[in-house]
């Protein structure tokens, strides 16, 4: 994960480093072609060309230097450093070539410090801009230390003697001359160091940083292959490889920092390290003469005396690693096989492809065995039920402990019944009593089950099922269970799914979807209800049943609320715009109703729309008050004092307590379709359903039935005197585009088939009840409902 802009001003900072990025490029493309013109038409103007484009392009480099450390204040101290080293750089390519542009400069400059200088920074840069915690300081930067020296007595043994044949030098203008080709090659080889210790993990940046300085060494011994001309002799390609290098560096280090870990850190290898020996060996082996012998012997010596370190702490790690795995196959406590041996003997079985299985035990109540006798006596009851779980299964059974109270068995089986009978076996050995402190204790366990199958790589995953497995057997108190992938909650086909979710939340794949609610009495449209719909990019729209689970598991009920909320509000506004009168309904889970965002968002996206709050209707359930009834309280009266109606979502189901309808502002009470659609069948249910429907009226409340889907419901609702109705017998949920012309069919319809009364006819309760009924199935079986009913899938 990236660093991302979190105010205006660091993405103005952002869009500036992007814009001199460009620049950069920009210049010094421009200045390459200008030179490579000037060379054909007017060689006399090339060295001012080269000092125009220096000029501009070296601050161009420190201005975007400035900027990165600007947006990143955390590696600030490594931009620092290399802002320093390019402008010691910038500096001394200065003194070389503005004092005398059309000349050659003698070699050394007075100025060649300040390269030497950027050199120091540079390498502070690298020492800085990493990840230190993944580096064991004093491994690590052996490890590099004899990377880079194993290398520099290869590239002095190869570069040193080329280079002092070819220029004929010694003494100060050789060793600067072969200096710089050396610290570049050391400086990309510290590079390749930290990315085989996983100090860096973008790989990007990594590649960019390396090949830099590659071109760097590659321009460096350019100018040392010339150095028996005692000038700088740089010709159009040196220049332009130290300006790409430099463009290359500078760009590599203002990249955002990565933060997700991709791989292990680790260190480079005996491999390696014994090579850069070996070469450090046979570089004094070679005895080079006494001339070459002050450029050469040094970083030989250094580097054996680093390897020579490092392959003692080598030894050290490996003589304390051989002495801790003799103890770490077994248990201390229990003498069983630990953790460590069961899962080595589990990728074993994975890797030979027969049969097996792993079982998971966990006791049940250890935890009150230690808090009430001590942990004394729980270690007691732990080597007894070691014992009798030896006892219990055959003696080439493998029995472990995975440490605390949990227990592992590995069989050579796939036989699910013969699975389930060894671990009923376990637990009924397990349960025979023991004595700890003058106490009789009956231990008794849980047991999960996973089986291997061909398709299994890792015994991770293995174990995992068996935990899961565990965890089904206590919940069901079955005491044992085979692992069941429909009640797995966190397999990886879930985890992705969630993450999917995640990402389609914020790029917009969530649609609302809405079921209109009709008036019993004039058969108008009165609200509709906002559904959840996922437009998934491979495997279609998706229902809430696909994907809420994942949702709630994945912490994403808050983000999917407020994006229904949202997008809901934004709907009403078309539709009151576009003249229709209704309310829309919306779902509110409790975490969502007592969270302290949720409601601010919904206040809000209804500011912006310009929405009346008594046009939505918040649908809550019953058990939103059970957990905190004062909170839930304060929030629904926060929500009348809004105008925001508040119903009580699938009432009949929870429990229903009379003190909620008495006390709290509800508005509405919203029938479960599992009263719904027995009413017209079960006396006991019409019962409950009518009763209900005479409570809301006297607290003066609405009432809606959802789930009507059959047409003898449908009356008999209307008979009782619902209020609103809802369900397929209506109308499928519709997307938003199709909602406004379905509304006006429907209410087309509705007014065609007259009033519910003729005017000046008398009001009897029971006849119109009766005429409404009559008429609601009239509307109902016209051709244009119907067709607009079936439509939706």
């Known amino acids: 994960m990236t660093r991302k802009p979190s105010t205006t001003a660091d993405a103005r900072v952002s869009w500036l480093q992007r814009a001199v990025a460009t620049a950069i490029w920009t210049v010094l493309g421009a200045g390459f072609l200008a030179d490579r013109v000037a060379a054909a038409t007017s060689p006399g103007a090339r060295p001012d060309i080269v000092v125009l484009t220096l000029s501009i392009f070296f601050p161009l480099l420190l201005a975007r230097l400035v900027l990165a450390a600007r947006l990143h204040p955390a590696r600030r101290p490594a931009l620092v450093l290399l802002l320093a080293a390019v402008t010691a750089w910038s500096l001394g390519s200065a003194s070389v070539t503005a004092a005398s542009p059309h000349d050659r400069a003698d070699f050394p400059a007075p100025g060649e410090w300040l390269f030497l200088v950027s050199y120091v920074g540079m390498a502070g840069y690298l020492m800085l801009d990493v990840d230190r915690k993944r580096l064991r300081p004093s491994v690590g930067w052996l490890d590099i230390a004899v990377i880079c020296g194993g290398t520099s007595c290869l590239a002095s043994l190869l570069l040193v003697a080329p280079i002092r044949i070819a220029s004929g030098q010694e003494g100060l203008p050789l060793l600067l001359a072969v200096v710089y080709p050396l610290a570049d090659t050391m400086l990309a080889l510290v590079v390749l160091g930290q990315a085989l210790m996983r100090a860096r993990t973008d790989r990007r940046q990594t590649v960019m940083i390396g090949a830099a300085f590659l071109l760097l060494a590659a321009a460096d011994s350019s100018l040392a292959l010339h150095v028996s001309a005692r000038t700088y002799d740089f010709g159009v390609l040196s220049n332009a490889l130290w300006g790409v290098s430099f463009a290359l560096m500078v760009a590599a280090a203002c990249r955002p920092q990565q933060s997700a870990i991709k791989a292990i850190p680790r260190t480079s290898g005996t491999k390696l390290v014994v090579g850069a020996g070996v070469v450090a060996l046979a570089v004094l082996t070679l ?224 649609e609302v979807w809405y079921q209109p609610q009709v008036d019993a009495a004039t058969m108008q449209v009165h609200a509709l209800e906002a559904l959840v719909r996922w437009r998934h990019p491979t495997d279609g729209l998706l229902s ?46 409790p975490p969502e109703l007592l969270s302290q965002t949720f409601l601010p968002r919904l206040y809000a996206s209804l500011d912006e729309w310009d929405v009346p709050a008594d046009r939505l209707v918040l649908e809550v359930t019953e058990d939103s008050f059970l957990a905190d009834p004062q909170r839930a309280r304060s929030i629904l009266l926060d929500l009348r004092s809004h105008g925001i109606q508040v119903s009580i979502d699938d009432y009949g189901t929870g429990f229903s307590s009379l003190t909620y309808l008495r006390d709290l502002p509800v508005q509405e009470l919203k029938i479960d379709r599992s009263l719904v659609r027995d009413v017209a069948t079960d006396d006991r249910t019409r019962m409950i359903v009518a009763s209900t429907v005479q409570l809301a009226h006297a607290l003066d409340m609405r009432t809606v039935a959802e789930g009507v889907e059959e047409a003898v419901d449908f009356a008999q609702l209307v008979a009782m005197g619902i209020d609103v109705l809802q369900g397929y017998h209506i109308a499928r949920p519709l997307p938003a585009s199709e909602v406004e012309q379905w509304v006006r069919d429907w209410t087309t319809t509705a007014t065609l088939l007259g009033p519910v009364r003729e005017s000046g006819e008398p009001v009897h309760e029971a006849g119109r009840r009766a005429r409404n009924a009559h008429r609601a199935s009239r509307i109902l079986d016209s051709p244009r409902a119907q067709s607009k009913r079936h439509r939706e899938p």
């Open 544 to 589: 809430p049943v696909a994907f809420l689970p994942a949702a709630r598991r994945g912490g994403l009920m808050g983000a999917l609320s407020d994006t229904i909320a949202r997008l809901a509000v934004r709907d009403l506004h078309r539709l009151l715009e576009a003249g229709l009168d209704l309310r829309i309904a919306i779902n509110c889970a």
């Open 287 to 510: 005895r080079p003469e006494d001339s070459l012998a002050y450029y050469i012997v040094p970083p030989a010596v250094l580097t054996l005396a680093a390897a020579a370190a490092r392959m003692g702490l080598a030894l050290r790690d490996a003589n304390r690693a051989a002495e801790a795995f003799a103890l770490s196959l077994t248990d201390d406590l229990t003498k069983l096989p630990n953790r460590r041996a069961i899962r080595t003997r589990l990728k074993e079985g994975i890797a030979d492809r027969g049969p097996l299985a792993l079982m998971l035990l966990d006791l049940d109540g250890f935890k009150e065995i230690n808090d009430a006798l001590g942990h004394h006596a729980g270690d007691i009851v732990l080597r007894f039920v070691a014992v009798r779980m030896r006892e219990a299964v055959a003696p080439e059974v493998m029995v472990a402990r995975l440490g605390g109270d949990e227990f592992a068995i590995l069989l050579r089986s796939n036989d699910e019944i013969e699975l389930m009978e060894t671990a009923q076996q376990v637990l009924t050995e397990l349960s025979k009593p023991v004595v700890v402190d003058g106490i009789e204790i009956c231990p008794s366990g849980s047991v999960g089950i996973a089986v291997v199958s061909d398709s299994d790589r890792e015994d991770s995953e293995v174990l995992r099922r068996a935990d899961v497995a565990m965890y089904q057997a206590k919940g069901s108190r079955t005491g044992a269970a085979l692992y069941d992938a429909h009640l797995d909650e966190f397999s990886r086909s879930r985890l992705l799914l969630a993450e999917d979710l995640r990402r389609g939340i914020a790029e917009d794949q969530i």
